[in-house]
């Protein structure tokens, strides 16, 4: 059994321990928050819980052997370092941490400290994910790709009111194209591999950084283009270009529809795909089978890969956010 610490005590948390406990191969062991009251709230459904308000006493938790940290973003980086230092394995919800520096940091101190570092990149882990990669023809085949996130975010009513809630702020490392954006790199990166460039054209918003945006991501053979956004609603499907049609997925960062339309004999072919109704299951899975497998050759080959693709998302979207003149305070740290 994975004893599982929690950091962050929003809904996304919620959704990480009903799948991990739904899976039967976790428990809850232990709530984190600045204020007891909040951490209780948090945990009173799911039993036998301890609680604490610093993390010292938290990570202390002797039992406590797996942590998933869904703080605000710019928090994740020494939350995680403290947590490896404690001998923890880290789970960190997307994106998991602000620049490469941190990225790599994290990453090599993992592997001195015999830990496992994920991040919770929960697209990546869907089976429907691994499918529509699996079909996918050589790159020579592919004439490019369209991808949308673009979802209205009720924190922009803050904005608009002159206020700078965390999503938005570039003090803790947000905007769209950290918050949803991640999903569609995701995408990219992980069935095509690392583009030769990246461009990201974005419209600030006033807290200085992206409320829009449109990015290109080039390849040798093709273009992938990514359009996200917290400040409106998209209703446009995703789509991949082949020399002999076009694949129709309603989404990337959780894809329950799939089609191929022929170009040639003009039908269309419905993919079937598998899909779970809570879209954190497959990847709370997939962090049990490496955690309860440590010295398993597949399950160490399969962790290298995870940990290599977030690595390379992290660059490109750094690249992406620098490229529109998007600065956070982690780049001055």
Known sequence: MIHLGIIGTNWISHQF???????????????????????????????????????KTFFG?????????????????EQAKQGILAGKNIIVEKPAFSTPAEMEEIIELANQQKVFFF??????????????????PLKNKIMGANFTYMKYSSRYDQVLDGQEPNIFSPHFSGGAMADLGVYLVYA?????????ESHYFARKIPTD?????TAILRYDLFD??????????????SEIYFDGGTLILDSVNAISKAEFHDRNHQERDIIELTTEENPMIEEAHDFADVLENPNDSIMGARYEEWVELARNVNKVLTTLRKSAGIVFDADKE
Do not use: C
């Open 61 to 77: 938790i002797a039992h406590m052997d797996t942590v998933y940290i869904a703080s605000p973003n710019s928090l994740h980086f």
């Open 188 to 196: 990219a990166v992980g069935w095509f591999g690392m583009p030769n």
């Open 224 to 237: 992938v283009t990514l359009q996200t956004g917290k400040n409106a609603d998209s209703f446009l499907d």
């Open 17 to 55: 321990v009903n799948a991990a406990l739904e899976t039967k191969r976790y428990d809850l062991t232990a709530v984190y928050s600045r204020k007891l009251e909040t951490a209780q709230k948090f945990g009173e459904e799911y039993g036998d819980v301890e609680y604490a308000t610093d993390l």
């Open 119 to 136: 991040e919770a990149a929960r697209n990546i882990h869907e089976k429907s994910f691994k499918k529509i990669g699996d079909l996918l």
């Open 209 to 213: 950084v992206d409320g829009i945006g």
